[in-house]
């Protein structure tokens, strides 16, 4: 069964600041890893996803992540924060085949300090 | 193109009433999942339907249940409210067939449900 850790509930930065937000994954096949963000009173909105084409994803609004297998990471950077970043983000997992059952992280929550 | 949309946004219920939730996907996808969030567990898969058929369950008692319509379009019921299932629930769809496992999901903004 697969997994998915988000070390960090609450990350604060500085506007301008680099961001960094962390996912580790256990799987026993290699996985589909997602990024998806929550702005409050909505729903999820993919960010970006790996899926074995590249290690480095880039997505939208400036965020990207790259895949490690070796340390069975998926982290979100963007190099500079901006208000409008503030939000919950959730890393998720899926695997290709069999039983199909997304799983998410726990999120968390980016705060943007002006 | 119109995103997925969930009806109604907020619901009020007492415990022991039963309540449907309803959800629009975007038009050409097939697959609709439906997931619970709350500040505790965080963000649960419950089930999810591709061609009117229930493919996958998460790991929630039978009072939760779903179905899809040959449009695509698909409802959750959820009998004999208790307390805990105060929660937001949101739909998602996507595109390809769900066992490839790399199709991103589309969510819809959720429906706030309170049991008092």
């Known amino acids: 069964a697969q997994s998915v850790t988000q070390l960090g509930s609450h990350v604060s930065v500085s506007e301008g600041a680099l961001v960094l937000l962390r996912c580790n994954y256990s799987?026993?096949?290699?996985?589909?890893l997602f990024w998806y963000v929550q702005y409050p009173n909505q729903g999820l909105q993919l960010l970006l996803k790996?899926?074995?084409?590249?290690?480095l994803v880039k997505g939208i609004n400036g965020f990207e992540a790259e895949f490690k297998k070796s340390e069975t990471s998926f982290h979100l950077t963007k190099p500079s924060a901006h208000m409008s970043d503030a939000a919950e983000y959730f890393c998720?997992?899926?695997?290709?085949?069999?039983?199909?059952?997304?799983?998410f992280g726990r999120g968390t929550s980016l705060i943007v300090h002006p | 193109k119109a995103g997925v949309t969930q009806t109604p946004r907020y619901l009020i219920k007492t415990r022991g009433q039963q309540v449907t939730l309803s959800c629009s996907p975007i038009?050409?996808?097939?697959?609709v999942s439906w997931y619970q969030q709350t500040p505790g567990q965080g963000l649960q898969f419950l089930f999810e339907y591709f061609s009117e058929t229930q493919r996958n369950k998460g790991n929630f008692p039978g009072r939760f249940s779903g179905r899809q319509f040959s449009n695509s379009r698909s409802e959750m019921n959820v009998s004999t409210l208790e307390l805990g299932d105060s929660a937001l629930y949101l739909c998602?769809?996507?595109?390809?067939?769900?066992?490839?496992?790399?199709?991103?999901?589309?969510f819809g903004n959720g429906t706030r449900l309170t049991v008092t």
């Open positions: 998720a997992v899926t695997l290709s085949g069999g039983s199909y059952i997304p799983t």
């Open positions: 799987s026993s096949v290699p996985p589909y």
């Open positions: 998602a769809s996507s595109l390809g067939a769900v066992r490839s496992g790399n199709s991103p999901l589309h």
């Open positions: 038009s050409g996808h097939r697959s």
């Open positions: 790996y899926t074995s084409a590249a290690t």
